[in-house]
């Protein structure tokens, strides 16, 4: 009889080798995680922050800011997920700094906005990557309540759950040219997406805006990935 090493193949094993060799590389969270027994963040005394004296403070749990610099982390970060609350006040406009290549320069890293809305940029409401991505949807809660975050980086992939909701799941390589995003609006980066440090610090911005509104963080924690 005719012999077919393609039938030959055809079991179990092969189809489950198959599925493996096709699964995607990157698989961010599908819900938010137990954090429980994850790392803080910061520490209780901010002794694993660069900060300005008096920037940031701890009030009963809660990360608050008092002035509009950022608070920095010492240790840079390449692969994790961040999770983290936040609740802002009528006019609050602050957000997470993701990989930072320059403290000093602010369009050196990705930041997702923390907004009571949005601002006058491209894609600059709540929840965004900011001038680059909007979320699918509008997930923010009443002004007031606390948000929640969940921020995958995996490489090129950066990834945010949204109070519950997966908002976004993109691939930085997919912005190839500076000043311009995939969709063909411009954007304020003088280098292009693709090209942006993917190990660096984490910040949260201070009091940002014309009206200084206060903002706050809780259960700020990070899993590193392999």
């Not at 012999?3 to 080798?17: D, G, Q």
């Not at 006019?91 to 009571?116: C, D, M, P, W, Y």
């Not at 519950?164 to 000043?179: F, H, I, M, R, T």
Request: with cysteine; net charge positive.
């Amino acid at each position: 009889p005719f012999f077919s090493p393609m039938k030959s193949l055809r079991t179990p094993a092969f189809f489950a080798a198959l599925l493996v060799a096709v699964a995607p590389l990157f698989a961010a969270p599908a819900a938010h995680p137990d954090t429980s027994s994850w790392q803080s963040l910061f520490a209780t005394d901010l002794a694993d922050a660069d900060l300005k004296a008096g920037s940031w403070i701890w009030e009963n749990g809660t990360l608050v800011a008092r002035t509009h610099d950022t608070i920095w982390t010492k240790k840079p970060y390449a692969n994790f997920v961040l999770d983290l609350e936040f609740k802002v006040a009528k006019e609050s406009n602050s957000g997470v700094f993701l990989r930072s290549g320059n403290t000093k320069q602010v369009l050196s890293a990705l930041e997702i906005q923390v907004h009571e809305s949005a601002d006058s940029a491209l894609n600059g409401e709540v929840g965004s990557i900011y001038n680059a991505k909007a979320p699918a949807k509008k997930m923010a809660k009443p002004t007031g309540e606390w948000n929640r975050f969940t921020i995958t980086c995996d490489g090129s992939r950066v990834a945010l759950i949204f109070n519950g909701e997966q908002v976004y799941n993109v691939d930085l390589n997919d912005w190839k040219e500076p000043k311009k995003n995939p969709d063909g609006t411009a954007n304020k980066f003088p280098v292009a997406l693709k090209d942006f440090s993917r190990n660096g610090p984490i910040g949260l911005q201070g009091l940002h805006g014309k009206a200084q509104a206060p903002v706050w963080y809780r259960n700020v924690r990070i899993r590193e990935l392999k």
